[in-house]
């Protein structure tokens, strides 16, 4: 690596050629504050914060995105440094409606820490403030551009994701975020990936929270209330309890919702399971029988709405499987409910979800075989972790506990679907060992596992010749369905995560600070949780989970059968722009 | 054969005050009095005294016709162009003396102008290519084509001393070599022609009287740094520019002067408009180009410059209409000739709106290191109405107030910045003592803070609670740490923005407070304002000894607020009149219609 010779606050530094002042400074362990900066996400030098002193620079530069060169002379806290990011914090909060109390970002905030810091005067600049109304009727995403300091970090996450719905509007001191026409998000071609969130620095997007009626049904007499952890929970919660990023607390979030007060806490790898027996077999079938390919995965209400939305042709490539949440819901209240008991109206079915999309996913048609909504609530990581701080559980005091049963059982094929990948793997296994007969731990799987945008495999099983694809993130998937429609990529099944990483990287997941997702793989260490987790399993494919052959031995028949199609499956809206 | 020519002013001010119409009727009139082909009428660009426009100029006497009406065409066809007979009541009163008739080149308005961007401005007819090539026009590319190598061309622009005229002052053959030295596959020249300042039309004045400099010098930046296309970006709130434009460019394209094989050499070069819809930060560079590009216009971060990541993220060179304006010129006349003119560090003579508070409101050319004496009294005529000089601005809302004390000061780029101002694009607004300062300082804040594009905080919010802070200063409730603030503020706000917007916006602030603190003390402290301008800080009144209880400004007042007091003055009829202040809004409509002078502000 070529490297040049720079001096910062008086002390000489060799970096690399091509790193930013920001970069060089961090190496150096000199922490510069930021903003408006996401590592290639948002670099757009707007929010002044970075500012620091370069020798013979006119005025003060932007560290994040300012290129070193050598010889380079930079000071990162001078007095006049210091007076300025103060100065600008002053600045920001003057346009700030400053309700700490009752943010939801409080303790969590990237302002207020750094003004924390900087010991700013919250009023030390008075004048007018925007009013504006706080965008609360989707069913996802809530907007309170009140508290927006217009760093634009969900411009450019949303960008990323090729969704561009927001965009600043307005101009001066009347800009504001918002969408075409000052449409409402929900009014868009919005996918509630929420990426956008887990972007935001402070309290200006957030989830639509709904602890609250969570917990009203906790404490409603006579309501059998459970709830089903998705894969990737496990291996972030911790995040919200002060454990580094890639804890596997999945014992502890077990005990946690247990001591909420759910009647039943169980593994949602049991439908991650049985989605892959659906699919699986509806992907054999389509294969044997001309029917419309590539299959596509369908466990990503982000990629299903984004589908609906850009590719609306291709909504018949679409799996017709719902996703594992909807299979859980669905058949808890057609048929374990009653095995257990009780009556499917009294069943309140929550999910714990790392993902925003999921919200909406719970209000979609097509998704309730019981005659009621297969899901109640899908309640994201963030929510979850709140309830158990409103609770007064000590969760990092927590013992290890195990799922409930008959439906707890999870194979290490269902705990991979958490990560980019996971699906595509887990289908692979079970076909490796049903069609083929080959031992699933024969094949390799390199190809589709890691954080790779798009990637791609081949798999010889028995006389089928599969090839596959694996993306997540919706700017990825766009421009691998682009390839197959121009007919660059032949593949028979395609793996889409509406999220860059999968899961694991979901909207719904603890907010990290911008100093952690610039400089901590977070996604590589959340899903080695999961890859860890896969290993050390007895069961890990999903034909082999006893539950799910159990479900199909006592009530379903057969995979693809008339009933599991009635319960597990459902249909797609050409949505379009 | 063409015995007269009259020229009339197409350019904006002209064609405001009606010389199209002028034009019209010229036409008709010679047609009817038969001499359609002795005297021919040519629609020229500004003349630059649009304060007496429409202009009319008449060939071979030259003799300079100012405020001319329609009604006055016929009298000019049928004395001047058919009995030789000049219509003195007509002509520029300063050409006229003693019966005898001087040229325009003589009169204190143009004889200190040096015009070399604006040559053919006034002189040619800007939609006909010929007549640009009849004045040497397209010369130079053909000279740079097939005479010289590209290095060569940046080295006499570099040798030339020619700095940016769109208000940075960069040194334009060095933004050249930048871009020549950028590895691509593509280049662009880009033309900025979106002038925003307000009162500032040097650029619209150039682009409608002469076009084709514009297009012929990029053709020669395209050919030094190795570009094949190019944009100029000019304000859609200028249709004549934007129209002759155009036409230049297809009369262009049609002589084979842009396209492919320009001279039949190897260079290919071609043109586009394109039309900003009126954003101020999109005269900044970035903004530019991120607007060309088809995306919000907003600057973004520099390094990497436009010469090496520029339009479409290829190498670019971006220069302001006048800097091209004169390039065809230093390559024909030589770099010699160019860096002959001007000041020490200041090469070449620069374009300034004439504004505000000057007799001779206009369009004005003077050689770098000219003073703001000689173009305030001399060129521009003074302040009217015997008032006295207080300040002009240059630079536009980005510029800062020079003070009479500084009237000395020879105008170029580095001179102005020492003081406090900058050069700017050319806008010159002159302020007599009926100007309060923190009103004009509040002026300029408004204009940034409605046109601050909202990217980077202290621009954003900073300019607005700059504002906000000068308003209430001219409500007589500001305070003396607010004067501590606005100089803390500003200070912040030049060194923490993003672009040159933030950069400049705060100096109509800086400058006002560093040469007129006592008039911002006056208002915090004394809460008066001593131009009378400030309303919340003044109040009307009536003279008893003077009111002859008229009652005229009764009949005026919008708000009732004046009534007839019980008491007669010792030698008047009718009882003085009184206003009751709780109701006067302060507009001073009684002022105006009082005869006796006996209502004053105070």
Redesign the interface.
């Known amino acids: 690596m070529d490297m040049v010779q720079v001096k910062i606050n008086g002390r000489d530094y060799s970096v690399p050629k091509d790193s930013t002042i920001l970069e060089a400074a961090r190496a150096a362990g000199i922490h510069i504050p930021t903003l408006c900066y996401l590592k290639g996400i948002n670099e757009?030098?707007?929010?002044?914060m970075c500012?620091v002193e370069v020798k013979g620079a006119r005025?003060?530069v932007?560290s994040c995105?300012?290129?070193v060169n050598e010889g380079m002379e930079i000071t990162t806290n001078s007095q006049?440094v210091l007076?300025?990011r103060k100065?600008?914090l002053q600045?920001?909060l003057?346009?700030h409606d400053k309700k700490c109390l009752s943010c939801i970002r409080s303790t969590n905030c990237e302002l207020q820490k750094l003004s924390f810091e900087y010991g700013v005067e919250a009023s030390y600049?008075t004048?007018?403030t925007e009013d504006h109304q706080k965008e609360i009727s989707g069913t996802s995403i809530v907007r309170d551009n009140n508290k927006c300091?217009?760093c634009r970090r969900c411009i450019g996450a949303c960008a990323n994701q090729s969704v561009g719905v927001i965009?600043?509007l307005?101009?001066?001191?009347?800009?504001y975020v918002g969408s075409e026409f000052h449409k409402e998000l929900k009014d868009t071609s919005c996918i509630n990936c929420g990426q956008c969130i887990v972007a935001c620095p402070v309290g200006a997007l957030s989830e639509k929270d709904e602890t609250e009626p969570v917990f009203e049904a906790l404490n409603t007499p006579g309501k059998h209330v459970v709830i089903s952890m998705a894969p990737s929970v496990r291996a972030t919660i911790g995040e919200s309890f002060g454990y580094e990023p890639g804890t596997d607390c999945e014992g502890q979030l077990v005990a946690a919702g247990k001591r909420l007060g759910f009647h039943a806490v169980y593994d949602l790898n049991f439908a991650a399971d049985l989605t892959i027996m659906e699919e699986a077999t509806e992907l054999v079938h389509r294969l044997q029988n001309g029917g419309t390919l590539p299959l596509i995965t369908s466990c990503s209400p982000g990629w299903i709405k984004f589908c609906e939305h850009y590719f609306p042709e291709m909504t018949e490539n679409l799996s017709t499987c719902k996703s594992p949440q909807q299979m859980f819901g669905a058949i808890y209240k057609t048929y374990y409910a009653k095995k257990l008991g009780y009556k499917p109206e009294d069943v309140v079915m929550v999910s714990c979800i790392p993902c925003t999309a999921k919200k909406f996913e719970v209000q979609r048609a097509d998704q309730n075989a019981a005659g009621m909504p297969d899901v109640d609530y899908a309640i994201t990581t963030r929510e979850l972790a709140r309830m158990i701080q409103r609770a007064g559980i000590d969760f990092r005091a927590l013992p290890n506990e195990a799922y409930d049963n008959p439906i707890g059982l999870g194979s290490g094929a269902g705990v991979i679907f958490g990560a980019t990948g996971g699906v595509m793997e887990a289908a692979i296994r079970t076909a490796a060992e049903l069609v083929a007969d080959v031992p699933f731990e024969k094949l390799d799987y390199t190809a589709i596992r890691g954080l790779e945008g798009i990637k791609f495999g081949e798999y010889k099983l028995g006389d089928i010749n599969l090839k596959v694809a694996v993306t997540s993130g919706t700017k990825n998937a766009k421009k691998l369905l682009r390839a197959v429609q121009n007919g660059e990529v032949d593949v028979q099944f395609i793996e889409v995560m509406g999220c860059p990483g999968g899961c694991i990287n979901g909207g719904g997941q603890p907010l990290q600070p911008a100093v952690v997702r610039n400089n901590v793989d977070l996604r590589a260490k959340r899903a080695a949780v999961l890859y860890r987790a896969d290993a050390h399993l007895d069961v890990r494919t999903s034909h082999a989970n006893s539950s799910v052959k159990a479900l199909y031995d006592d009530f379903l028949g057969k995979p693809g059968s008339h009933l599991a199609h009635q319960i597990l499956h459902t249909s797609y809206v050409k949505r379009g722009l | 054969m063409v015995r007269s020519h009259v020229l009339v002013c197409g350019g904006t001010g002209c064609h405001a005050s009606g010389s199209q119409a002028v034009i019209d009727t010229m036409k008709a009139e010679i047609e009817k009095a038969g001499l359609a082909n002795e005297v021919q009428v040519v629609q020229t660009g500004c003349f630059g005294l649009c304060a007496l426009g429409p202009i009319m100029v008449i060939y071979p006497e030259g003799t300079f016709y100012s405020s001319i009406h329609q009604a006055d065409v016929a009298e000019i066809v049928s004395e001047h162009l058919l009995k030789g007979r000049v219509v003195e009541r007509l002509v520029y009163k300063e050409t006229k003396t003693h019966q005898a008739v001087h040229s325009l080149n003589d009169t204190n308005f143009y004889k200190k102008q040096k015009r070399v961007a604006l040559r053919n401005c006034g002189l040619i007819n800007p939609e006909q290519i010929d007549e640009y090539i009849a004045m040497d026009g397209y010369a130079a590319l053909g000279k740079v084509l097939t005479e010289m190598k590209p290095q060569q061309v940046i080295d006499t622009i570099k040798a030339s001393g020619l700095r940016g005229r769109g208000g940075g002052g960069f040194p334009t053959g060095n933004k050249w070599q930048f871009a020549a030295n950028s590895v691509s596959d593509k280049k662009y020249v880009v033309c900025n022609a979106d002038e925003g300042d307000p009162g500032a039309f040097m650029d619209r004045s150039l682009l409608e009287g002469d076009p084709h400099a514009i297009i012929e010098a990029m053709a020669i930046a395209a050919y030094a740094i190795g570009a094949d296309e190019g944009f100029i970006y000019v304000r859609a709130e200028y249709p004549i520019a934007v129209s002759r434009l155009q036409l230049a460019i297809d009369q262009a394209r049609a002589y084979g002067l842009l396209g492919k094989r320009i001279f039949d050499t190897d260079f290919c070069f071609d043109l586009h408009i394109r039309l900003g819809a009126g954003a101020f930060v999109c005269g900044e560079e970035t903004a530019l180009l991120t607007s060309i590009e088809g995306h919000r216009g907003e600057p973004r971060p520099r390094p990497p410059f436009p010469a090496v990541k520029g339009l479409f993220g290829k190498p670019t060179i971006i220069n302001n209409v006048e800097t091209y304006a004169n390039v065809a010129q230093i390559i024909l006349r030589g770099p010699e000739w160019f860096a002959s003119m001007g000041s020490e560090k200041s090469k070449g003579t620069k374009v300034f709106a004439l504004g505000g508070k000057i007799t001779n409101t206009g369009l004005v050319e003077i050689p770098m290191g000219t003073t703001l004496r000689e173009v305030v009294e001399e060129i521009g005529g003074g302040v009217p109405g015997g008032k006295k000089f207080k300040a002009a601005q240059t630079g536009g809302p980005s510029g800062g107030c020079i003070p009479a004390s500084l009237i000395d000061t020879p105008i170029d780029y580095d001179n102005l910045l020492a003081i406090g101002s900058m050069m700017g694009s050319g806008g010159l607004i002159v302020m007599d003592e009926d100007n309060c300062m923190v009103d004009i300082a509040k002026f300029f804040l408004e204009f940034t803070v409605d046109e601050s594009c909202g990217k980077c905080a202290p621009c954003r919010i900073g300019t607005l609670r700059l504002l906000e802070i000068l308003d209430k200063i001219t409500k007589g409730q500001g305070t003396l740490e607010d004067v501590d603030k606005l100089e803390e503020l500003s200070n912040f706000i030049k060194a923490g923005s993003l672009c040159g917007l933030g950069q400049t916006a705060p100096n109509p602030v800086l400058s006002t407070l560093r040469y007129f603190r006592d008039e911002y003390m006056a208002h915090v402290v004394d809460k008066k304002c001593p131009a009378g301008v400030c309303k919340d800080l003044l109040t009307i009144n009536i003279n008893p000894d003077k009111c002859v209880g008229c009652k005229m400004c009764m009949k005026v007042c919008p708000t009732s607020a004046i009534f007839i007091t019980d008491e007669v003055k010792p030698g008047k009829k009718l009882p003085y009149l009184c206003i009751d202040q709780s109701k006067c809004i302060k507009c001073g409509a009684c002022i105006s219609k009082c005869k006796f002078d006996a209502i004053y502000k105070k």
């Not at chain 1, 757009?44 to 002044?48: D, T, V, Y």
């Not at chain 1, 307005?170 to 800009?175: A, C, I, K, L, S």
């Open positions: 757009i030098g707007a929010c002044r500012l005025g003060m932007t995105v300012y290129p006049r007076d300025a100065m600008n600045l920001i003057s346009a600049f004048g007018r300091i217009l965009n600043a307005n101009r001066g001191f009347d800009t």
